[in-house]
């Protein structure tokens, strides 16, 4: 999850909004895809104000004083829904999951998620992709960089299968370096990481 989600820091225009004619800059925190804010704090005039809540706002006046409010999504949007529409769309993450000892094999569910994964790069103007490998524990660390760059390389070829140009897509392998289960759950370390902007 993202630490600080969004935030706007804009000089003061000439709506109706209270404190608009002294203001000289506002914060306004944006909330996350989930409705969730992250915080940040805004120092002026040797007070830290912090702001935690979707909405939440500062108006710095010219004089230094601040005036903290909410705003209400409607009046943001009214105001800022151009900025907000131009911005690039968020990050997406997809991972894949692969057969023990498999460069190529997806699992089953895995399957869907490679539909939705191409659907979604197929929808982006010009997304940027990468594209990382992992393995299990099980092997020798020169097996695991080597069968991790293989997944990595495989499902590349799935996105340029798609009709996604690949050329600038890295594909990088990291054999075990990164777990993120151990145990009974080891199977989800068998995996690649997509990430685009």
Same mark, same amino acid.
């Given at each position: ?61 010219? !004089? +230094?004083?601040?005036?903290?409010? @909410?705003?209400?999504?409607?009046? *943001?949007? =009214?105001?800022?829904?151009?900025? /907000? $529409? ?13 057969? !023990? +000892?498999?460069?190529?094999?997806? @699992?089953?569910?895995?399957?869907? *998620?490679? =539909?939705?994964?191409?659907?979604? /790069? $197929? ?28 997944? =990595?390389?495989?499902?590349?070829? /799935? ?39």
């Amino acid at each position: 999850m993202e630490l600080i989600t969004l935030i706007w820091l804009v000089a003061a225009t000439a709506f109706a909004w209270p404190h608009d004619e002294m203001a000289s800059q506002r914060v306004t925190l944006l909330p996350s895809a989930n409705g969730e804010a992250g915080a940040v704090v805004v120092s002026t005039a040797g007070i830290e104000h912090l702001l935690n809540k979707p909405y939440a706002s500062l108006d710095v006046m010219h !004089n +230094g004083t601040a005036i903290e409010t @909410t705003r209400s999504p409607s009046e *943001v949007d =009214a105001r800022y829904g151009l900025l /907000l $529409q131009a911005q690039p769309p968020r990050p997406q993450s997809f991972q894949l999951y692969f057969v !023990n +000892g498999s460069d190529r094999q997806l @699992t089953v569910e895995s399957a869907h *998620v490679l =539909a939705s994964l191409q659907a979604y /790069l $197929q929808s982006r103007p010009s997304p940027e992709v990468t594209v990382i490998g992992h393995t299990d524990r099980t092997g020798q660390a020169a097996g695991n960089d080597a069968l991790s760059l293989k997944r =990595a390389l495989s499902v590349r070829e /799935l996105i340029h299968k798609a009709g996604i140009a690949t050329d600038n897509i890295p594909a990088l392998g990291r054999g075990a370096r990164e777990p993120l289960m151990t145990g009974d759950q080891e199977h989800l370390n068998r995996r690649v990481e997509i990430h685009v902007r």
